[in-house]
């Protein structure tokens, strides 16, 4: 049973003397796959009595069929005014269809708009008469897919850094260029157990064209753990019109590798291998000049890894110092991070979301807390 699409209604000027027109209509497609664009295209040609014809068009919204406008023009040549018309087709639908163009003509003449304008005869409103113009009616066939994205797409990824510090953010950028329905891509979502994942919302920077939305969809992340993790890997399903079959576009797994601040202890006395047998005081005394070196070596690396764990003051002075919350919030994090939980909470809200946040009061905070 053929589906009707509906009457497209096109509004045009005329009355009485009504001028003579001609309609030509084409689409640049057929036969689409579910979510592909098509181009149609529409002229309206008056002839030189019809100098104060006009069209208005509005396509039907409830037909499986999404319009888009990409032009309108008008312009005269030998005489004549001729309209043109390109939308955007995106096909919502499968299975066989009828568009029924059925343009809705409203002619007047220059007289009956003067008489509008001036008030002549106490007329006040314009005088016109319709006229229903039939066209042939344009059969499309619409294949069903997969995907809920049609089109010629690419997918990248960029990455800032492989290697972190505990709770330093990690940077990642998607990217899905090409052309199809782009308007359709919805944002993607991580979750990683012990990873704070901070998204940005998606940037879309595209524009409508024959071929349906062309341009770049950009997500972007931050990843904030202390221990290392894994950043999965994005994939798309969508169906490819180069190779007219469904692909998919996915990305690489990432490790992120977290840092060690140091040498722990545990380590530190597995590396001594106690003697089984009986051993003399002087062994003992070269072993724990051995152990005391290490042990020294170890406290002497904290020592000089993170001074400002040495005294409240210079905990005080590495606050007050601090210029923006990014910095501030590095410097919380590695004073003592438990102590300033609320304060770090706050300021990478303000760091990682975009939160407002005054930074005198996290400091005066944060010095109350010392």
């Known amino acids: 049973m053929k589906k009707i699409l509906g009457s497209l209604l096109l509004l045009t000027f005329g009355l009485w003397a009504k001028s003579s027109y001609e309609w030509k209509v084409d689409i640049s497609e057929k036969e689409l796959y579910l979510h592909q664009a098509a181009t149609l295209f529409m002229e309206c040609t008056f002839d030189e009595k019809g100098k104060n014809d006009d069209v208005n068009f509005s396509p039907p919204a409830d037909i499986p069929f999404g319009f888009e406008l990409l032009s ?13 018309y390109r939308y955007v087709l995106f096909a919502k639908e499968a299975g066989a269809f009828e568009l029924e163009l059925s ?25 016109v008469q319709r006229e229903i113009a039939k066209l042939e009616p344009i059969r499309l066939r619409v294949k069903q897919t997969a995907s809920d994205i049609t089109g010629k797409l690419n997918l990248q990824t960029r990455q800032d850094i492989q290697t972190a510090s505990a709770y330093e953010p990690v940077h990642l950028e998607i990217e899905i260029e090409g052309e199809g329905n782009l308007h359709k891509l919805v944002p993607i979502s991580f979750e990683i157990e012990g990873v704070k994942v901070f998204s940005d919302t998606p940037e879309i920077k595209i524009q409508l064209s024959e071929a349906g939305y062309r341009g770049k969809w950009i997500q972007r992340f931050a990843f904030v753990g202390k221990e290392d993790f894994i950043i999965p890997s994005v994939s798309l399903n969508y169906f490819d019109l180069v ?60 020592l000089l890894k993170f001074p400002q764990r040495t005294a409240k003051k210079q905990k005080g002075e590495k606050i007050k110092a601090a210029k923006s919350a990014k910095e501030l919030l590095d410097v919380l994090i590695i004073c003592e991070k438990n102590l300033f939980s609320f304060e770090i909470d706050t300021l990478e809200s303000a760091v990682y979301k975009g939160s407002a946040v005054r930074l005198d009061e996290i400091k005066k905070s944060a010095l109350l807390r010392l």
């Open 243 to 302: 190779s007219k079959e469904e692909k998919i576009l996915k990305s690489e797994a990432s490790s992120i590798k977290i840092a060690s601040e140091g040498i722990k202890r545990e380590e530190l006395i597995d590396q001594v291998n106690l003697p089984s047998t009986r051993i003399e005081l002087k062994d003992y005394l070269a072993y724990f000049y051995y152990l005391l070196s290490f042990i020294f070596g170890f406290v002497a690396a904290k």
């Open 103 to 127: 343009p809705r003509m409203l002619f007047t003449t220059q007289s009956a708009i003067d008489n509008v304008i001036i008030g002549r005869d106490n007329v006040n409103e314009l005088e």
């Open 72 to 84: 309108e023009t008008t312009h005269f040549e030998a005489g004549k005014k001729i309209l043109q």
